[in-house]
Structures are given as structure tokens and as C-alpha cells.
């Protein structure tokens, strides 16, 4: 009877660890998640302040306000690469929380535990790299040209 025991209670302790393995995981997607939906809202903000700006200097106003049009696409463009560069940093934890074994899961979310990463994994989270990325320069980039030439076209 208490062999048998045994086997239960080890079976139940095999069972928490693989459930604490689980959690610790969906606790990193989780943060995957909220830094590409924080992405994807800074694109829409993006549009939405570079259309006003765009739209206030339009009516009339002083033409020099399509000037503004610039602050926020930099600004939103260095905040999405911020958010771009913290996903790639978590998807790489969490590649790296795969490999782990059961027992070395303790729950730490802190991203120095990731470290060394290898060089194209440096790379690849880089700011600059970010900042460069198709997802980013196919956004960003068009809406700054569009803003350049209604400058122009304006003056």
C-alpha cells in the first residue's frame, strides 16, 4: 500500500512541475502578447496624430504645422522599435526557458537571465536592428516620405 502511495505522490509532484512549467511560459507569452499589442497601438496612435497634425496645418493655419508631423513619427517609430526590441528579447527567453530542465524553473522574468546570447541573437535584439526592421521601416518610412512631400508641396 505504501509503494503505491509513493507512485501516486510521485506522479502528483511530476504533475505540479510540469503545471508550474506551463504557467512559467504563458506568463512569457503573456508579455509577448502585450508588447505586440503595445506595437500595434503605437501605430494607430502614429496615424492618428500625423493625420491631425496634417489636417490642422491643411485648414489654413499657420503651414508651418506640418513641421509638427515629424515629432510623432519619430517619436512613435523609437517606441515601437523600444516595444519591437523587448518582444524579440522575451520570444528569445523564451526559446531559452524550453530548453531548461523541469526542475530550473523558478519563475524569474528578468531578462539578464537570458545572457550570453550568441551573435546573431545580439544582433537581432539590437535597438538599431529595431529600428531598421521590415515591420518598421515599411510602416514608418512611407508615412515620413508622405509627410516630406505634402512639406514640399505646401511650401
Known amino acids: 500500500m505504501s509503494e503505491l502511495y509513493f507512485e501516486y505522490e510521485k506522479d502528483m509532484e511530476f504533475g505540479s512541475i510540469m503545471e508550474n512549467r506551463i ?3 504563458e506568463m512569457i507569452e503573456s508579455v509577448i502578447q502585450r508588447m505586440a499589442n503595445n506595437c500595434f497601438q503605437l501605430k494607430g496612435w502614429a496615424i492618428t496624430l500625423v493625420t491631425l497634425v496634417g489636417a490642422l496645418a491643411a485648414q489654413g493655419t499657420d503651414k508651418r504645422f506640418i ?3 515629424f515629432i510623432p513619427i519619430i517619436a512613435f517609430w523609437g517606441l515601437d522599435s523600444y516595444y519591437l526590441q523587448l518582444e524579440r ?6 526559446s531559452i526557458i524550453l530548453k531548461r530542465k523541469t526542475s530550473e524553473i523558478d519563475f524569474n522574468m528578468d531578462l ?3 545572457y550570453p546570447l550568441n551573435d546573431a541573437q545580439k544582433q537581432r535584439v539590437g535597438l538599431i536592428a529595431c529600428i531598421l ?4 521601416i515599411l510602416f514608418y518610412l512611407p508615412i515620413m516620405v508622405a509627410v516630406i512631400a505634402i ?3 505646401i511650401f
Open 133 to 136: 526592421s521590415k515591420s518598421e
Open 23 to 25: 504557467k512559467y511560459l
Open 89 to 94: 528579447k522575451y520570444r528569445i527567453f523564451y
Open 151 to 153: 512639406t514640399i508641396v
Open 112 to 114: 539578464k537571465a537570458m
Open 67 to 69: 513641421l509638427l508631423a
